[in-house]
């Protein structure tokens, strides 16, 4: 008799282990099949100094400064100075202090552009080391 309420003791042990692996599955599908919603909006990634980046919704509107690789509050146009704009979902370098500009004639980044944009979902400032490049949406 004792024998069998242990075994049985063992089986319901069993039984809820098997549910709660069977609920945290569950709780696991549910969550990837939520996450593209949460993950899928598109966003800029700035990188710029050593390594470092930022990363901004483009659903965001900010200005992002970065002089001589680190980020500051405002533009002074000088030093090696880049100014970002980021708003209604496009990138666009607004000014920056490089010798030929050639990443401010790079234009505007945004979804519909970058198919068909040279440098596809960048922005390259190669003199400063900057970059801002277009990621999520999608593709
Ligand atoms: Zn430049």
């Known amino acids: 008799m004792e024998r069998e309420t242990i075994e049985n003791r063992q089986k319901t042990n069993l039984l809820l282990m098997g549910a709660a692996v069977l609920l945290v599955a569950f709780a696991v599908v549910l969550c990837l ?8 909006a598109s966003a800029f990634v700035i990188r710029f100094g050593e390594g470092q980046s930022i990363t901004v919704s483009s659903d965001q509107t900010e200005t992002v400064v970065i002089r001589d690789g680190v980020r500051v509050d405002a533009a002074t146009r000088e030093g090696k100075e880049n100014v970002i704009v980021i708003e209604n979902g496009s990138a666009r370098m607004e000014d920056a202090t490089c010798p030929h500009h050639e990443c401010i004639d790079q234009g505007v980044l945004n979804a519909q552009t970058s198919a ?14 900057v970059s801002v490049e277009l990621r999520g949406g999608g593709q």
């Open 116 to 129: 068909s944009r040279p440098l596809g979902p960048w922005i390259i400032c190669a003199p400063h080391g």
């Open 33 to 40: 099949l939520l996450r593209p919603k949460t993950s899928g």
